[in-house]
């Protein structure tokens, strides 16, 4: 007994050490707001919604672009000056479905609030929950993903409605310093026709039809959920005193078609489904996953249905799908004049460094380069509302920008500074530190 009581008791020390090792904030202290002109000299400025402006010149004021030009743009009085010596400017990427500030490390609970709990929560909020002094935060705008948007998660094997997500910029004291969009869209997600039979009891049914029962008395709550949230808003219009219910009051915007539905949707069964959904409650649609949104390409243009594309890393749905279906998937999208965007699945937030190359990947099966650029840019900030902020390099917008030796396409180019809203945001974190630690240790030796 006291081997086992020991064992126990340094097992829960072990993870109260590992509790507070990641609790711990990042050392990073963010810059005051930009205080005064910025001009970036001699880069080549990839602006993405226009041509790439070679040996051009930006100017910034107040955190945004004030002009973009060549030689005649001079520095106003008092500016600081940047020579890029030819080196290419970037707009900061937007990765469209993250668990960014929710999640530090998915193995230790304390460190997840991704859920609340039961099965409908229009009312959770993603942005209240951000944690902004995670370690992942710097690691991963040093590859240039500067803004991203935030999404609650459902509740495991009982979720449908898991919250509003929030976009938000990687750096601020907290996270009302970090948003820039509070409240972007309602997440939904829908039940899937495709399981293991060994999930499910024997008896006298077969498993497919105790399948079939549990997803259609799923689609019904759901139905049930905009009903009562239609009926929520015809009471309040014709009574404004209505009592007031939270969870009815949070979805307003969606009944009203102000604010988007995101439904987690990957077969066509479910892209379906939430076709459906969205032309009963008269919604504003788009699918996150879209695994077999080609197949659907048709349907989804007409009615102007985005698809934010959850990796384009990852293993077809069916065994006997093409090996590289999913990385043909933003190629026909494309061709197909369907809206989409590239983004990640991983509930790990600490691989969305990793957005530049899943565009990259798309670029080697079919997906034209200058659209896979836009499509980890442009086309996230279009579909998340943002076009008017971020996106790209133009006037007006913020100057949330990066500087590489390379496109971010390219595994091999590396990022060299990097600016959210005109200010320059150092490029340490926990691995860069760990690494100039150990450099020195071996390099004393």
Not at 78 to 92: F, K, N, S, T, W
Not at 237 to 252: F, Q, V, Y
Not at 271 to 280: S, T, V
Request: proline content about 5%; glycine content about 8%.
């Amino acid at each position: 007994m006291k081997t086992i009581t020991m064992k126990r008791h340094l097992l829960a020390t072990a993870l109260l050490a590992l509790t507070a090792s990641v609790a711990q904030a990042n050392p990073n202290v963010p810059p005051p707001a930009q205080s005064k002109p910025l001009l970036i000299t001699n880069a080549t400025l990839n602006t993405v919604s226009g041509p790439v402006v070679s040996n051009g010149r930006m100017l910034v004021e107040g955190g945004r672009i004030k002009a973009i030009g060549g030689a005649e743009l001079q520095a106003p009085a008092g500016a600081q000056v940047i020579d890029l010596q030819g080196r290419q400017v970037y707009p900061g990427m937007v990765s469209a479905n993250t668990v960014m500030g929710l999640v530090e490390v998915s193995a230790v609970r304390a460190t997840v609030d991704t859920a609340e709990t039961g099965a409908v929560n229009p009312n959770a909020r993603a942005l209240v929950a951000i944690n902004a002094d995670s370690d992942i935060i710097p690691v991963t705008r040093a590859s240039g993903v500067l803004t991203v948007l935030s999404v609650p998660q459902p509740r495991a094997g009982i979720g449908l409605v898991a919250g509003t997500s929030a976009l938000v910029q990687l750096d601020g004291w907290n996270w009302e310093d970090m948003a820039l969009r509070p409240e972007v869209g309602l997440h939904v997600t829908l039940p899937t026709m495709r399981s293991a039979n060994s999930l499910f009891a024997t008896g006298t049914d077969s498993p497919r039809d105790e399948l079939r029962r549990t997803v259609n008395a799923k689609l019904k709550q759901l139905d049930e959920v905009f009903e009562m949230a239609a009926a929520y808003a015809k009471a309040k219009a014709a009574d404004p005193k209505t009592a007031l219910d939270t969870r009815w009051e949070a979805m307003l915007p969606v009944v009203r078609g102000e604010r988007p539905v995101f439904v987690d949707a990957d077969d066509r069964w479910q892209i379906r489904q939430a076709l459906d959904l969205a032309e009963r409650f008269k919604l504003k649609l788009a699918i996150v996953g879209g695994a077999d949104s080609a197949a659907l390409a048709g349907e989804l243009k007409a009615r102007d249905v985005a698809v934010v594309i959850g990796s384009v890393n990852r293993l077809p749905l069916r065994r006997d799908d093409d090996v590289d279906a999913i990385y043909r998937l933003p190629g026909e999208l494309a061709r197909a004049g369907v809206r989409f965007c590239i983004a990640r699945e991983d509930r790990d937030p600490s691989n969305e460094r990793n957005l530049g190359f899943e565009a990259g990947q798309a670029v080697a099966h079919g997906l034209n380069a200058d659209e896979a650029l836009k499509a980890i840019t442009l086309y996230p900030a279009r579909i998340l509302g943002a076009e008017k902020e971020l996106g790209s390099l133009e006037v007006g917008k913020y100057a949330t920008f990066f500087v590489a030796d390379g496109s971010p396409l390219d595994i091999r180019s590396a990022v060299q500074r990097i600016f959210i809203q005109g200010r320059e945001i150092e490029l340490k974190d926990k691995q860069t530190g760990l690494r100039d630690k150990y450099q020195q240790r071996y390099h004393a030796h």
